[in-house]
Each structure stands twice: as C-alpha cells, then as structure tokens.
C-alpha cells in the first residue's frame, strides 16, 4: 500500500506556471505507474498525464500536452506535474495516483488504486 500527499496548488493568473509534487510513503514507490488526475466543479474526474515506473514513458492527455511536463523522481518519491501557459479551464483540484498495473496508461481512473486528498489549482482570466 502507498499513500500519496499532493502540494504546490494555489493561485495563478492565466500564462502562469505552477508545479505540484506528489510525494509518496513506502519503499516500492518505483514499482508504481505514477498518474495525475483534475475535477472541475460540476464535472467528472478526467485524466491528465501518467508516468512510467522509471520514468522513461509520459501519456498525456489532448489538452495539456505541450503545456504540462510530468516528472518523477524515486530517490525521493516524488512525482511531479509542471503546469505552464495555464488557462481558467485548468482550474480544478488536481490529484495523483498510483498503480502498479501497465494499464494506467489508458487514462482510466478505475486502473488506479491509490489516491491522494487533491490540491486545488486555480486559474484567473
């Protein structure tokens, strides 16, 4: 089992950059597929970006790519999610996952079996 601690959301104008870590407890955390996930008020949970377990593979999903950078590393247990040229649809509370299977690189969320609390990230207009 792995428990997942998310930070760094905040507040930020719209162009801003913001970059969350996802710290993890446990001495396996290199054995887990590393995902980010948001929720927008009113709205279902969609994924974000995944990363493999030793970090050589990233999948992100159409409307960050290019935009956001997924990171790990498992010296600290940490996984990281770089948010550049942020827009207010980004705006959400964000949260990391893990799971030990190779299908999280689908971008489903059932593939995940731990998760954080979620760190809320706000974009202004």
């Known amino acids: 089992q792995v428990q997942l601690v998310e930070s760094g959301g905040g507040l930020v104008q719209a162009g801003g950059s913001l970059r969350l870590s996802c710290a993890a407890d446990?001495?396996?955390?290199?054995?887990?597929?590393m995902g980010w996930f948001r929720q927008a008020p009113g709205k279902e949970r969609e994924f974000v970006a995944a990363i493999s377990w030793g970090g050589a593979n990233t999948y992100y999903a159409n409307s960050v790519k290019g935009r956001f950078t997924v990171s790990r590393d498992n010296a600290k247990n940490t996984v990281y999610l770089q948010m550049n040229s942020l827009k207010p649809e980004d705006t959400a509370v964000y949260y990391c996952?893990?799971?030990?299977?190779?299908?999280?690189?689908?971008?489903?969320?059932?593939?995940?079996?731990?998760w954080g609390q979620g760190t809320q990230v706000t974009v202004s207009s």
């Open positions: 446990g001495r396996t955390f290199s054995s887990y597929v």
């Open positions: 996952a893990a799971t030990k299977r190779i299908a999280g690189f689908r971008g489903a969320d059932y593939d995940y079996d731990y």
